[in-house]
Protein backbone atom coordinates (compact mmCIF):
# COMPACT_ATOMS: atom_id res chain seq x y z
CA UNK A 1 0.00 0.00 0.00
CA UNK A 2 2.91 2.30 0.68
CA UNK A 3 4.58 1.85 -2.36
CA UNK A 4 1.34 2.25 -4.44
CA UNK A 5 0.78 5.37 -2.77
CA UNK A 6 4.60 6.63 -3.79
CA UNK A 7 3.56 5.81 -7.29
CA UNK A 8 0.31 7.84 -7.03
CA UNK A 9 1.77 10.78 -5.71
CA UNK A 10 4.82 10.58 -8.55
CA UNK A 11 2.16 9.65 -11.41
CA UNK A 12 0.14 12.84 -9.83
CA UNK A 13 2.90 15.36 -9.64
CA UNK A 14 4.00 15.05 -13.07
CA UNK A 15 0.28 16.77 -14.10
CA UNK A 16 0.78 19.31 -11.21
CA UNK A 17 -1.09 22.07 -13.71
CA UNK A 18 -4.47 20.22 -14.33
CA UNK A 19 -4.07 18.26 -10.95
CA UNK A 20 -4.24 21.95 -9.30
CA UNK A 21 -6.89 22.80 -11.62
CA UNK A 22 -9.25 19.77 -10.69
CA UNK A 23 -8.39 20.40 -6.56
CA UNK A 24 -9.20 24.26 -6.94
CA UNK A 25 -12.63 23.10 -9.06
CA UNK A 26 -13.30 20.99 -5.93
CA UNK A 27 -12.34 23.27 -2.92
CA UNK A 28 -14.44 26.24 -4.71
CA UNK A 29 -17.25 23.35 -5.38
CA UNK A 30 -17.21 22.34 -1.30
CA UNK A 31 -17.20 25.89 -0.10
CA UNK A 32 -19.77 27.36 -1.85
CA UNK A 33 -21.82 24.28 -1.93
CA UNK A 34 -21.55 25.60 2.33
CA UNK A 35 -22.35 29.01 2.36
CA UNK A 36 -25.28 28.55 -0.15
CA UNK A 37 -26.52 26.17 2.29
CA UNK A 38 -25.85 28.12 5.66
CA UNK A 39 -27.03 30.92 3.87
CA UNK A 40 -30.95 29.73 3.14
CA UNK A 41 -31.10 27.54 5.75
CA UNK A 42 -29.74 30.46 8.24
CA UNK A 43 -32.85 33.23 6.59
CA UNK A 44 -35.65 29.75 7.08
CA UNK A 45 -34.62 29.22 10.48
CA UNK A 46 -34.70 33.26 11.15
CA UNK A 47 -37.62 33.78 9.52
CA UNK A 48 -39.19 31.24 11.30
CA UNK A 49 -38.13 32.22 14.45
CA UNK A 50 -39.64 35.15 13.42
CA UNK A 51 -43.21 34.11 12.59
CA UNK A 52 -43.03 31.94 16.04
CA UNK A 53 -42.37 35.04 18.15
CA UNK A 54 -45.67 36.86 16.51
CA UNK A 55 -48.15 33.88 16.24
CA UNK A 56 -47.13 31.39 17.98
CA UNK A 57 -46.76 27.31 17.41
CA UNK A 58 -50.26 26.36 17.23
CA UNK A 59 -53.54 28.17 16.87
CA UNK A 60 -56.86 27.13 17.92
CA UNK A 61 -59.76 28.95 16.23
CA UNK A 62 -63.15 28.18 15.12
CA UNK A 63 -65.39 25.32 16.85
CA UNK A 64 -66.34 23.15 14.28
CA UNK A 65 -69.78 20.81 14.35
CA UNK A 66 -71.12 18.13 12.09
CA UNK A 67 -74.17 18.68 10.20
CA UNK A 68 -75.17 15.36 8.91
CA UNK A 69 -79.02 15.13 8.05
CA UNK A 70 -80.76 12.03 8.33
CA UNK A 71 -83.64 11.14 5.31
CA UNK A 72 -86.03 8.58 5.54
CA UNK A 73 -86.28 6.49 2.46
CA UNK A 74 -89.94 5.76 2.63
CA UNK A 75 -92.70 6.51 4.95
CA UNK A 76 -93.41 3.67 7.30
CA UNK A 77 -90.30 2.14 6.96
CA UNK A 78 -87.06 2.01 9.03
CA UNK A 79 -84.22 2.39 6.21
CA UNK A 80 -82.76 5.63 6.19
CA UNK A 81 -79.82 7.35 4.31
CA UNK A 82 -77.47 9.37 5.86
CA UNK A 83 -76.67 13.10 3.98
CA UNK A 84 -73.06 14.27 5.30
CA UNK A 85 -73.11 18.61 4.31
CA UNK A 86 -69.49 18.48 5.44
CA UNK A 87 -68.77 20.36 8.45
CA UNK A 88 -70.07 23.96 9.75
CA UNK A 89 -67.95 26.67 11.02
CA UNK A 90 -68.91 29.16 14.05
CA UNK A 91 -66.14 31.50 14.15
CA UNK A 92 -64.13 32.38 17.55
CA UNK A 93 -63.74 30.63 20.59
CA UNK A 94 -66.83 30.47 22.69
CA UNK A 95 -65.59 29.29 26.09
CA UNK A 96 -61.59 29.86 26.24
CA UNK A 97 -60.79 29.11 29.53
CA UNK A 98 -62.41 26.18 29.39
CA UNK A 99 -60.42 25.31 26.44
CA UNK A 100 -57.37 26.54 27.47
CA UNK A 101 -57.83 24.33 30.57
CA UNK A 102 -58.24 21.17 28.61
CA UNK A 103 -54.95 22.60 26.34
CA UNK A 104 -52.96 22.25 29.39
CA UNK A 105 -53.81 18.40 30.07
CA UNK A 106 -51.62 18.13 27.00
CA UNK A 107 -47.45 17.59 28.30
CA UNK A 108 -46.26 19.13 25.18
CA UNK A 109 -48.04 22.48 26.09
CA UNK A 110 -46.08 25.12 27.88
CA UNK A 111 -48.79 28.21 27.77
CA UNK A 112 -51.33 29.20 25.95
CA UNK A 113 -53.07 32.82 25.97
CA UNK A 114 -56.93 34.19 24.33
CA UNK A 115 -56.61 36.77 21.73
CA UNK A 116 -59.31 39.06 20.73
CA UNK A 117 -59.03 40.22 16.99
CA UNK A 118 -60.94 42.92 15.21
CA UNK A 119 -61.12 45.73 12.97
CA UNK A 120 -60.83 49.62 13.51
CA UNK A 121 -60.13 52.91 12.17
CA UNK A 122 -56.72 55.00 14.30
CA UNK A 123 -57.39 58.30 14.03
CA UNK A 124 -54.72 60.40 15.22
CA UNK A 125 -52.74 63.67 13.87
CA UNK A 126 -55.27 64.75 11.47
CA UNK A 127 -54.82 61.37 10.06
CA UNK A 128 -56.77 58.33 9.62
CA UNK A 129 -55.81 54.20 9.18
CA UNK A 130 -57.15 50.99 9.26
CA UNK A 131 -55.63 48.91 12.08
CA UNK A 132 -56.08 45.70 13.15
CA UNK A 133 -56.79 45.90 17.19
CA UNK A 134 -55.82 42.57 18.92
CA UNK A 135 -57.00 42.61 23.06
CA UNK A 136 -54.68 40.26 24.93
CA UNK A 137 -54.20 39.05 28.47
CA UNK A 138 -50.69 40.74 29.17
CA UNK A 139 -49.72 37.53 31.80
CA UNK A 140 -50.64 35.35 29.41
CA UNK A 141 -49.88 36.47 26.10
CA UNK A 142 -45.72 37.45 26.43
CA UNK A 143 -45.40 33.42 27.42
CA UNK A 144 -46.81 32.35 23.17
CA UNK A 145 -44.95 35.34 22.10
CA UNK A 146 -41.99 37.39 21.73
CA UNK A 147 -43.71 40.82 21.94
CA UNK A 148 -42.06 41.74 25.15
CA UNK A 149 -38.92 41.03 23.37
CA UNK A 150 -40.21 43.76 20.25
CA UNK A 151 -40.24 47.03 21.56
CA UNK A 152 -37.98 49.02 20.33
CA UNK A 153 -39.96 52.17 21.75
CA UNK A 154 -41.56 53.04 25.10
CA UNK A 155 -41.87 49.72 27.47
CA UNK A 156 -43.89 47.29 28.68
CA UNK A 157 -44.26 48.54 32.15
CA UNK A 158 -46.10 51.94 31.32
CA UNK A 159 -48.53 49.10 29.14
CA UNK A 160 -49.34 47.07 31.59
CA UNK A 161 -49.96 49.40 34.14
CA UNK A 162 -52.05 51.50 31.96
CA UNK A 163 -55.73 49.70 31.31
CA UNK A 164 -56.24 51.84 28.36
CA UNK A 165 -52.70 51.64 27.43
CA UNK A 166 -51.87 50.29 23.77
CA UNK A 167 -48.75 49.27 21.53
CA UNK A 168 -48.48 49.87 18.45
CA UNK A 169 -46.84 48.66 14.85
CA UNK A 170 -43.40 50.73 13.87
CA UNK A 171 -44.57 51.19 10.31
CA UNK A 172 -48.13 52.04 11.42
CA UNK A 173 -47.12 54.58 14.05
CA UNK A 174 -44.24 56.03 11.27
CA UNK A 175 -47.80 56.47 9.19
CA UNK A 176 -49.72 58.39 12.30
CA UNK A 177 -46.82 60.05 13.08
CA UNK A 178 -47.17 58.37 16.86
CA UNK A 179 -44.58 58.59 20.17
CA UNK A 180 -45.06 57.41 23.26
CA UNK A 181 -47.18 59.20 25.12
CA UNK A 182 -49.35 60.35 22.54
CA UNK A 183 -53.30 60.06 22.55
CA UNK A 184 -55.18 57.99 19.46
CA UNK A 185 -58.59 57.78 18.83
CA UNK A 186 -60.20 54.25 17.58
CA UNK A 187 -63.21 53.86 16.15
CA UNK A 188 -64.89 50.19 15.62
CA UNK A 189 -68.87 49.78 14.93
CA UNK A 190 -69.72 52.67 16.09
CA UNK A 191 -68.14 53.50 19.03
CA UNK A 192 -65.38 55.24 19.57
CA UNK A 193 -62.02 55.37 22.14
CA UNK A 194 -59.60 57.19 23.42
CA UNK A 195 -55.78 55.34 24.77
CA UNK A 196 -53.03 56.48 24.95
CA UNK A 197 -49.55 54.70 23.07
CA UNK A 198 -47.29 52.59 26.08
CA UNK A 199 -45.08 51.53 23.49
CA UNK A 200 -44.35 50.50 20.09
CA UNK A 201 -43.05 47.17 18.59
CA UNK A 202 -41.19 45.98 15.42
CA UNK A 203 -41.45 42.12 14.56
CA UNK A 204 -39.71 42.67 11.22
CA UNK A 205 -43.17 40.84 9.48
CA UNK A 206 -44.24 43.73 7.25
CA UNK A 207 -47.91 43.29 7.52
CA UNK A 208 -47.92 42.81 11.38
CA UNK A 209 -46.02 45.86 12.05
CA UNK A 210 -48.40 48.57 9.86
CA UNK A 211 -51.82 47.36 10.84
CA UNK A 212 -51.94 45.67 14.40
CA UNK A 213 -52.40 47.72 17.76
CA UNK A 214 -52.12 45.23 20.78
CA UNK A 215 -54.41 46.37 24.01
CA UNK A 216 -55.46 44.83 26.73
CA UNK A 217 -58.01 42.11 26.62
CA UNK A 218 -61.06 43.94 28.63
CA UNK A 219 -60.60 47.09 26.29
CA UNK A 220 -60.98 44.96 23.06
CA UNK A 221 -63.98 43.43 24.42
CA UNK A 222 -65.38 46.97 24.39
CA UNK A 223 -64.07 48.69 21.68
CA UNK A 224 -64.79 45.34 19.58
CA UNK A 225 -68.48 44.69 21.72
CA UNK A 226 -66.96 40.85 23.07
CA UNK A 227 -68.33 40.71 26.05
CA UNK A 228 -67.25 36.78 26.16
CA UNK A 229 -65.11 34.75 24.45
CA UNK A 230 -62.14 35.01 21.71
CA UNK A 231 -61.23 35.28 18.62
CA UNK A 232 -58.27 31.94 19.21
CA UNK A 233 -56.20 30.91 21.76
CA UNK A 234 -52.33 30.77 20.61
CA UNK A 235 -50.31 28.12 22.06
CA UNK A 236 -46.98 27.91 22.97
CA UNK A 237 -45.22 24.18 22.66
CA UNK A 238 -42.28 22.86 23.98
CA UNK A 239 -40.55 21.77 20.12
CA UNK A 240 -41.68 23.44 17.52
CA UNK A 241 -41.80 20.64 14.94
CA UNK A 242 -44.16 18.82 17.50
CA UNK A 243 -46.89 21.20 16.01
CA UNK A 244 -48.43 19.10 13.36
CA UNK A 245 -48.81 16.00 15.46
CA UNK A 246 -50.38 18.36 18.48
CA UNK A 247 -52.35 20.08 16.31
CA UNK A 248 -54.38 16.91 14.79
CA UNK A 249 -54.44 14.88 17.98
CA UNK A 250 -56.18 18.37 19.76
CA UNK A 251 -58.72 19.59 17.04
CA UNK A 252 -61.14 16.26 17.20
CA UNK A 253 -61.00 16.74 20.80
CA UNK A 254 -61.77 19.96 21.33
CA UNK A 255 -64.07 20.12 17.91
CA UNK A 256 -62.08 23.12 17.44
CA UNK A 257 -60.27 23.86 14.33
CA UNK A 258 -56.35 23.72 15.28
CA UNK A 259 -53.49 25.05 12.99
CA UNK A 260 -50.09 24.48 13.18
CA UNK A 261 -47.59 27.23 12.25
CA UNK A 262 -45.91 24.70 9.06
CA UNK A 263 -49.47 24.47 8.18
CA UNK A 264 -50.26 28.41 8.41
CA UNK A 265 -46.81 29.20 6.97
CA UNK A 266 -46.40 26.14 4.08
CA UNK A 267 -45.99 28.93 1.36
CA UNK A 268 -43.26 30.32 2.83
CA UNK A 269 -41.30 27.16 3.71
CA UNK A 270 -41.57 25.64 0.32
CA UNK A 271 -40.18 28.77 -1.05
CA UNK A 272 -37.04 28.30 1.47
CA UNK A 273 -37.01 24.95 0.62
CA UNK A 274 -37.21 25.12 -2.99
CA UNK A 275 -34.23 27.83 -2.41
CA UNK A 276 -32.28 25.57 -1.00
CA UNK A 277 -32.78 22.76 -3.32
CA UNK A 278 -31.53 24.68 -6.50
CA UNK A 279 -28.87 26.67 -4.86
CA UNK A 280 -27.41 23.52 -3.87
CA UNK A 281 -27.72 21.74 -7.41
CA UNK A 282 -26.42 24.70 -8.94
CA UNK A 283 -23.32 24.58 -6.98
CA UNK A 284 -22.85 21.44 -7.15
CA UNK A 285 -21.95 21.44 -10.98
CA UNK A 286 -19.04 23.08 -10.27
CA UNK A 287 -18.26 19.71 -8.71
CA UNK A 288 -19.46 17.82 -11.33
CA UNK A 289 -16.92 19.78 -13.90
CA UNK A 290 -13.84 19.61 -10.92
CA UNK A 291 -14.95 15.55 -11.56
CA UNK A 292 -15.07 16.14 -15.63
CA UNK A 293 -11.43 17.70 -14.74
CA UNK A 294 -10.07 14.40 -12.66
CA UNK A 295 -11.54 12.64 -15.06
CA UNK A 296 -9.45 14.02 -18.05
CA UNK A 297 -6.34 14.08 -15.89
CA UNK A 298 -6.28 11.00 -15.06
CA UNK A 299 -6.85 9.66 -18.76
CA UNK A 300 -3.89 12.05 -19.87
CA UNK A 301 -1.52 10.45 -16.59
CA UNK A 302 -2.36 7.17 -18.18
CA UNK A 303 -1.59 7.82 -22.11
CA UNK A 304 1.69 9.32 -20.40
CA UNK A 305 2.71 7.03 -18.08
CA UNK A 306 1.61 3.86 -20.47
CA UNK A 307 5.12 2.25 -20.68
CA UNK A 308 5.57 2.49 -16.68
CA UNK A 309 2.73 1.14 -16.12
CA UNK A 310 3.60 -2.24 -18.85
CA UNK A 311 6.78 -2.20 -16.47
CA UNK A 312 5.02 -2.60 -13.34
CA UNK A 313 2.69 -4.99 -14.83
CA UNK A 314 5.51 -6.82 -15.68
CA UNK A 315 7.46 -6.57 -12.42
CA UNK A 316 4.79 -8.34 -10.74
CA UNK A 317 2.03 -5.65 -9.93
CA UNK A 318 -1.53 -6.65 -10.29
CA UNK A 319 -4.73 -5.56 -12.07
CA UNK A 320 -5.76 -4.59 -8.60
CA UNK A 321 -2.68 -2.77 -7.89
CA UNK A 322 -2.69 -0.22 -11.06
CA UNK A 323 -6.52 0.22 -10.16
CA UNK A 324 -5.41 1.20 -6.83
CA UNK A 325 -2.69 3.31 -7.80
CA UNK A 326 -4.89 5.57 -9.93
CA UNK A 327 -8.03 5.54 -7.37
CA UNK A 328 -5.27 6.78 -4.76
CA UNK A 329 -4.87 9.36 -7.12
CA UNK A 330 -8.49 10.71 -7.09
CA UNK A 331 -8.66 10.33 -3.53
CA UNK A 332 -5.37 12.37 -2.73
CA UNK A 333 -6.79 15.59 -4.48
CA UNK A 334 -10.12 14.51 -2.86
CA UNK A 335 -9.02 14.36 0.50
CA UNK A 336 -7.11 17.88 -0.08
CA UNK A 337 -9.86 19.57 -2.01
CA UNK A 338 -12.42 18.61 0.97
CA UNK A 339 -10.41 19.50 3.74
CA UNK A 340 -8.91 22.90 2.24
CA UNK A 341 -12.96 23.52 0.98
CA UNK A 342 -14.19 23.14 4.92
CA UNK A 343 -12.00 25.91 6.12
CA UNK A 344 -12.78 27.90 2.82
CA UNK A 345 -16.50 27.47 4.10
CA UNK A 346 -15.80 28.44 7.10
CA UNK A 347 -14.07 31.19 6.92
CA UNK A 348 -16.42 32.82 4.11
CA UNK A 349 -19.77 32.03 5.80
CA UNK A 350 -17.98 34.01 9.24
CA UNK A 351 -17.35 37.03 6.50
CA UNK A 352 -20.76 36.81 4.86
CA UNK A 353 -22.46 36.90 8.64
CA UNK A 354 -20.56 40.23 9.46
CA UNK A 355 -21.78 41.77 6.01
CA UNK A 356 -24.24 44.65 6.84
CA UNK A 357 -27.62 44.21 5.03
CA UNK A 358 -30.91 45.78 5.45
CA UNK A 359 -33.91 43.45 5.02
CA UNK A 360 -37.38 44.77 6.21
CA UNK A 361 -40.49 42.01 4.86
CA UNK A 362 -41.44 38.58 5.99
CA UNK A 363 -38.54 39.37 8.58
CA UNK A 364 -36.40 42.09 9.81
CA UNK A 365 -32.62 41.96 10.01
CA UNK A 366 -29.04 44.00 9.59
CA UNK A 367 -27.21 41.74 8.36
CA UNK A 368 -26.70 38.21 6.57
CA UNK A 369 -28.01 35.46 8.80
CA UNK A 370 -25.89 32.28 8.23
CA UNK A 371 -26.30 28.78 10.09
CA UNK A 372 -23.71 26.62 11.19
CA UNK A 373 -24.63 23.40 10.36
CA UNK A 374 -22.32 20.34 10.70
CA UNK A 375 -24.58 18.13 8.41
CA UNK A 376 -23.77 20.73 5.39
CA UNK A 377 -20.09 20.35 5.49
CA UNK A 378 -20.97 16.26 5.49
CA UNK A 379 -23.28 16.75 2.55
CA UNK A 380 -20.64 19.06 0.91
CA UNK A 381 -18.12 16.13 1.51
CA UNK A 382 -20.13 13.27 0.32
CA UNK A 383 -21.18 14.65 -3.09
CA UNK A 384 -17.74 15.69 -4.15
CA UNK A 385 -16.71 11.95 -2.99
CA UNK A 386 -19.32 10.56 -5.21
CA UNK A 387 -18.61 12.61 -8.32
CA UNK A 388 -14.57 12.08 -8.04
CA UNK A 389 -15.03 8.57 -7.06
CA UNK A 390 -16.52 7.87 -10.21
CA UNK A 391 -14.39 10.14 -12.44
CA UNK A 392 -11.41 8.27 -10.99
CA UNK A 393 -12.93 4.68 -11.34
CA UNK A 394 -12.95 4.67 -14.93
CA UNK A 395 -9.81 5.90 -16.14
CA UNK A 396 -8.29 3.21 -13.33
CA UNK A 397 -10.36 0.27 -15.05
CA UNK A 398 -8.73 1.50 -18.34
CA UNK A 399 -5.02 1.49 -17.04
CA UNK A 400 -5.37 -1.90 -15.41
CA UNK A 401 -6.39 -3.70 -18.56
CA UNK A 402 -3.38 -2.93 -20.56
CA UNK A 403 -1.60 -5.62 -20.98
CA UNK A 404 2.46 -5.56 -20.79
CA UNK A 405 2.98 -7.23 -23.50
CA UNK A 406 1.25 -5.24 -26.44
CA UNK A 407 2.63 -2.20 -24.63
CA UNK A 408 5.54 -3.12 -25.09
CA UNK A 409 6.03 -4.76 -28.56
CA UNK A 410 4.13 -1.14 -29.60
CA UNK A 411 6.57 0.71 -28.25
CA UNK A 412 9.50 -1.24 -29.58
CA UNK A 413 7.75 -1.56 -33.40
Not at 132 to 146: A, E, M
Not at 310 to 323: H, K, N, P, V
Request: hydrophobic letters at 45%; a positive charge.
Amino acid sequence: MKTNLQIALRFLLSRKRAMLMSLGGIIFGVGFFIITQAQTSGFERFFIKTILGVNGMARVEDRYQSTMRSMQADKGSKFRVNLDDSVKYISGVQFPQQIMNAIHRFPDVVATAPVIRGSAMLIANFKEQDCKPYGIDTRQHFRVSDLGEQIIQGSIKAFQDNPYGVLIGERLARRINLLPGDTLLLQARGVSHRYRVAGIFETGVEQVDKERVYMHLPASRTLLQRPSGASFIQINLDDPDKAPEFSARLGPVLSHSVMSWQRREKTWLQVFAVLRISSALTVSTIILISGLGMFNTLVMIIIDKTREIAILRSMGYTRSDITQIFMLQGLLVLGAGIVLGWAFAASATYGLSQLPIRIRGIFTTDSFIVNWDVSHYVWAGVIAAVIVSIASYFPARRAARLEPGAVIRGSSS
